[in-house]
């Protein structure tokens, strides 16, 4: 089945506690992106990667990192998670370099006390 | 930088009638007008989505308009059902996946029996 996978699901963590959220897709897209999704903010995008060893900025990224070695893998790290990385976390894929459907994965929500 | 402006954030209609949420964009290079539904608890899923060179598509009870003279995109659903009651969020993206996606902040439809 095609899909786009994230773990943990949900996680309540405490400041300054790294994390890693996994993305991973089986559906050999190149494109992969994290959206943090708040109330009343709608998806907001923190990094995205056009293909392997390519990753680059979104609109919210300070407080993340990213890595994409592999094409179907795309961690969220969060070095020093702080109370306002609260939030819902969506993994998405796409197939390629033109814009086009996004594929999210089921969401991730963390909460950072 | 670019926005997205999307406009009413809450809609409620009866079942049966029609709704339509409307958005603005500012980047004139904009080229992809995606439209997601989110239903409670759920990731979002892409329902309509249209390119610059196209004025409207239309898919069963849903449809999508553009005016690139105006910056503007309106989702229309006719004939509501109450499967139909979810969040939706409008995007634009440039021509080229190295282009931010850019997500509006939703509007919570709701349908009334």
């Known amino acids: 089945e095609a899909q786009v996978t994230q773990n943990p699901r949900y996680l309540i963590t405490v400041t300054g506690k790294k994390l890693t959220v996994t993305c991973s897709q089986n559906?050999?897209?190149?494109?992969m992106s994290w959206y943090r999704q708040d109330p009343g903010l709608g998806l907001r995008q923190i990094y995205y990667s056009m293909n392997v060893e390519v990753t680059d900025k979104g609109d919210v990224p300070e407080g993340y990192k990213v890595s994409r070695k592999e094409k179907r893998n795309f961690p969220l790290i969060l070095e020093s998670p702080s109370p306002n990385q609260t939030s819902l976390y969506f993994c998405?894929?796409?197939?390629?370099?033109?814009?086009?459907?996004?594929?999210f994965g089921e969401g991730s929500r963390l909460t950072v006390l | 930088g670019e926005n997205v402006e999307q406009h009413p954030s809450t809609l409620s209609v009866q079942e049966g009638d029609s709704a339509v949420i409307k958005c603005t964009y500012s980047d004139s290079a904009s080229n992809y007008f995606p439209w997601y539904k989110q239903e409670l608890g759920k990731r979002p899923q892409l329902i309509i989505d249209i390119r610059s060179n196209v004025g409207e598509k239309k898919d069963q009870r849903i449809a999508v308009t553009l005016n690139k003279t105006a910056k503007h995109f309106s989702l229309h659903i006719t004939e509501t059902q109450p499967e139909d009651s979810a969040v939706y969020f409008c995007?634009?993206?440039?021509?080229?996946?190295?282009?931010?996606?850019?997500f509006g902040k939703g509007t919570r439809l709701h349908i009334l029996p």
């Open positions: 559906m050999n897209h190149e494109y």
């Open positions: 998405a894929s796409s197939v390629g370099q033109t814009p086009g459907e996004l594929f």
């Open positions: 995007a634009e993206e440039g021509m080229n996946r190295d282009d931010k996606i850019i």
